[in-house]
């Protein structure tokens, strides 16, 4: 007897200001994955928050262009639950959808909002839950806990205010240069680094125009260093790599609009020692994030080879130059298995949280 295929949606877009690189993102995730197993429906989310059923010629020419009813030929997607199944509704068309891949990265996406929508849906999802995602994606609340643990991050000041920031408290504090970026972002969006009170003030407006919390943190020269992480109750982290930006730093031009904008070095040129202690913080780090699924830890090391928690991606790139996957295909996972390893996941947590009582 053949068997069935999986339906698994792919959903992107998303209301965020990393909206073009989940589009990206999704594109890559979608030729990787294998359709002998899984049955593909494209669903791409506005800026506006509408839900858009994509045939595939119409979302593989998406470039650098949102999504919006103008780049598809069909309506509007109702989601729904019937019979505790997750179903589409795609004008008198129902259907049921086994699985969700959401590559939604930043607000709206990463940090528990479309997660907790599809628990409530009672459907199987991709990457950590409400709370992994929540507390990763605010870099305030992530520090805290990481601080807690005892796992090393570097010294940094958060304001809600923008008002109340004296740039010479901050000079006094943190030295010169310092980054201020937005609390719960992604992809270096809103992140500015300021060398001087020239370039303070700017900086902030920039910042507070994405979130209503910002971080300032303390320049750590060095290396940056990333680890890819993957798994449920016991993950694995792959080899490191180190990003060598040709810009001022890894910023989100450098990662995104200029093909030079970074060099990556796979595996990073780092002692054998080094890539232990990378690997064991970046799982130490997973956990104490109660993190599932997948994530990719960022680091930065020192001359001194002191080594730092910078933060944590739960839904991280997929593109052709990202990280995450290019880690594991150095660490002996190619990317199609990956994604197949990923869907994996999603499923086994769903049916282990399904035991769980709900009513007593």
């Not at 949606?9 to 899984?38: D, M, P, T």
């Not at 103008?70 to 699985?99: C, G, Q, V, W």
């Not at 890894?250 to 609009?257: G, P, R, T």
């Amino acid at each position: 007897m053949k068997k069935q295929k999986i339906n698994l949606a792919l959903v992107f877009g998303g209301r965020s200001a990393e909206h073009e690189v989940s589009i990206v993102s999704a594109q890559n995730i979608a030729k990787a994955i294998n359709l002998k197993k899984y049955s593909l429906t494209l669903v791409g989310i506005s800026q506006k928050g509408e839900w858009l059923l994509f045939k595939e010629p119409e979302f593989f020419s998406l470039k650098k262009i949102s999504v919006s009813k103008k780049s598809t030929s069909k309506r509007n997607i109702i989601p729904l639950t019937k019979n505790n199944n997750f179903y589409l509704k795609i004008k008198n068309t129902e259907k049921r959808i086994d699985a969700v891949f959401p590559v939604l990265h930043g607000p709206y996406g990463e940090d528990g909002t479309i997660q907790g929508l599809l628990k409530l849906y009672n459907v199987p999802f991709v990457g950590p839950g409400v709370l992994g995602s929540s507390i990763s994606m605010d870099k305030d609340v992530s520090k805290r806990l990481l601080k807690e643990a005892g796992l090393p991050i570097g010294k940094y000041l958060v304001f809600k205010n923008e008002r109340c920031i004296s740039f010479e408290k901050i000079k006094k504090n943190l030295g010169l240069p310092f980054f201020i970026k937005p609390a719960n972002l992604g992809s270096s969006v809103g992140i500015s680094k300021v060398k001087n009170r020239a370039e303070f003030t700017t900086a902030l407006k920039k910042a507070f125009c994405f979130d209503d919390k910002v971080i300032i943190e303390k320049y750590i020269p060095g290396k940056e260093i990333e680890c890819s992480v993957l798994g449920n109750e016991n993950p694995i982290a792959s080899i490191p790599g180190e990003i060598i930006p040709t810009h001022d730093f890894y910023s989100y031009e450098a990662k995104y609009l200029d093909e030079n904008g970074a060099k990556m070095a796979i595996p990073a040129n780092i002692s054998k020692t080094l890539i232990n202690k990378f690997q064991d913080l970046a799982i130490k780090t997973f956990k104490t994030l109660c993190c599932e699924g997948m994530g990719r830890v960022d680091f930065f090391l020192t001359p001194q080879n002191e080594i730092y928690i910078n933060e944590i991606n739960t839904i991280p790139g997929f593109t052709s130059i990202s990280m995450y996957p290019q880690l594991w295909e150095k660490s002996g996972i190619s990317y199609p298995v990956l994604i197949n390893e990923l869907i994996e996941f999603g499923l086994k947590k769903f049916e282990r949280e399904k035991k769980l009582k709900t009513i007593r």
